[in-house]
């Protein structure tokens, strides 16, 4: 076979076997296949797309580029969830740990910032000490004795994820639905789930920014979960603005320990909330949906899961005297603030604007390689619908990037649009996905 031929085969619209995909993949992993052709393969994917058998061997060929973890020796119906991808999007690191305090064993392989989303692993590794690189018997080790676990893509579990991702990133063919439904699925099906709860974004912040394509993209994943006689849930939410107020790695991880520890960021943890309830439901330690959204709720209320968060952090080499008094982390060298022009209401935020600003101040990517830095990112102080005075903060950034900050603070401003009318926020849970189709979203569990 010749890897020209195939990526001429793609550019033209044609149809890959698996074979012919194997033989790229092997190529690509073992070096005989260079990143450039890989590269031009992924872009004729993102233009003339994969059907779904294709998407199914791309997914089955990247899940087996590794080892699929076996956790049937522990006890409980584990359940993980994963994101397509967001600005601001931190609920991992609430709801893993709280959906564990509720006796669901949640064992998560995560990714690092993609595009102009951040990434959990990013996030987690902002905590000093933390290590998202377990080998397979550590990994298991870790869900066993505290029923949480969170690691990366490593050489052992979904290799082929892990390079495709970082190539992709830089290669601008992340918004493509098999290239995603590819490494969301294989690295979920290699973790040793028996279930798993999707949250699938829409709006201008999502790599999906139709709920036509959202819809669809949910669906692709959903079948290629149940194919794989996983059982597959999904919800398609709001992505119209980023989630909660934090954009940025350790931002994110101290937004996430307020929550932790009891605060309301409406907008995050609704949708937590609701991606709890699915998974402690699906964990079999809920008679419904509702239920597992209150015991949620009272998993963070007791404390339960802000401890579990801890065990977590201490479990898996992190410090955690810096989880516990995050005002001890060293703070950024330039500090700045955005303020309004004009009087009104916030009436949208541009999430993709703020994302790829984050990027400008340092907290992710242009380049594989390229070293993040943890407390870099913006704090918005105003959301969609808040009121706002001439003059007041729209949002503060943090950088050590003294030659950007000329730059930021106009690409913030100019994320927001505000009007004199009042403005009713963006509704968070569009719907839900599951294998019969898409449902309304009614189930409050208060
Ligand atoms: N999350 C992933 O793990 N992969 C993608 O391609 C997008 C979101």
């Known amino acids: 076979m010749n890897p020209i ?95 564990a305090a509720c006796g669901v064993p949640v064992p998560m392989i995560s990714g690092r910032g993609l595009g102009h989303t951040g990434g959990t692993l990013d996030k987690l590794e902002s905590i000093p000490g933390f290590n998202t690189r377990l080998t397979l018997e550590e990994y298991t080790a870790v869900i066993r004795d505290i029923g949480v676990v969170m690691i990366g893509q490593t050489s052992e579990i979904a290799p082929a994820d892990k390079r495709l991702y970082a190539l992709r990133d830089v290669t601008g063919t992340v918004e493509s639905i098999p290239l995603i439904s590819g490494s969301i699925m294989s690295k979920k099906l290699a973790e040793g789930i028996d279930a798993l709860v999707l949250d699938i974004k829409t709006g201008r912040g999502a790599f999906m920014q139709t709920e036509r394509d959202a819809e669809q993209l949910a669906r692709t994943l959903i079948a290629v979960g149940v194919r794989s006689g ?40 609704e949708v937590t909330y609701a991606l709890g309830g699915l998974m402690v439901y699906t964990g079999g330690k809920a008679s419904s949906i509702g239920e597992g959204i209150r015991l949620s709720r009272q998993a963070v209320k007791d404390g339960l899961a802000w401890k579990k968060f801890c065990d977590l952090v201490r479990r898996q080499g992190g410090m955690v005297d810096m989880v516990e008094h995050p005002e001890r982390y060293p703070s950024s060298r330039y500090v700045g603030e955005v303020r309004s022009p004009t009087s009104g209401y916030v009436s949208s935020i541009d999430s993709l604007e703020l994302g790829f600003t984050g990027i400008a101040l340092g907290a992710g990517r242009m380049k594989v390689d390229e070293e993040i830095e943890p407390k870099a990112g913006i704090v918005l102080k105003k959301k969609i619908g ?61």
């Not at 996983?230 to 398609?236: A, F």
């Not at 119209?240 to 520890?261: H, K």
């Not at 706002?388 to 994320?415: C, K, M, W």
Request: with cysteine; net charge positive.
């Open 386 to 446: 808040d009121k706002v005075r001439s003059g007041e903060v729209l949002a503060v950034f943090y950088t050590d990037r003294e030659n950007v900050i000329h730059q930021v603070a106009p690409r913030i401003e100019s994320s927001y649009v505000i009007r004199k009318n009042r403005v009713v926020p963006p509704r968070m849970i569009h719907s839900m996905v599951d294998a019969r189709g898409r449902h309304g979203w009614r189930v409050k569990g208060k």
């Open 230 to 269: 996983k059982k597959t849930i999904g919800l398609i939410t709001d992505m119209n603005q980023p989630l909660g107020y934090a954009i940025g790695n350790w931002l994110e991880v101290r937004e996430c320990i307020d929550c932790l520890r009891g605060a309301d960021v409406p907008d995050l943890m």
């Open 5 to 99: 031929e195939i990526i001429r085969k793609k550019r033209q619209g044609g149809k890959i076997s698996k074979e012919e995909l194997r033989f790229l993949f092997d190529g690509y992993l073992r070096g005989s296949i260079p990143e450039y052709q890989m590269a031009a393969f992924l872009m004729a994917v993102y233009f003339q797309k994969m059907d779904f058998e294709e998407t199914n061997h791309l997914t089955e060929i990247m899940l087996h580029s590794g080892k699929v973890v076996d956790l049937s020796s522990i006890p409980g119906i584990k359940v993980d969830k994963h994101s397509t991808g967001g600005v601001g999007d931190k609920v991992s690191l609430i709801l893993a740990p709280m959906v």
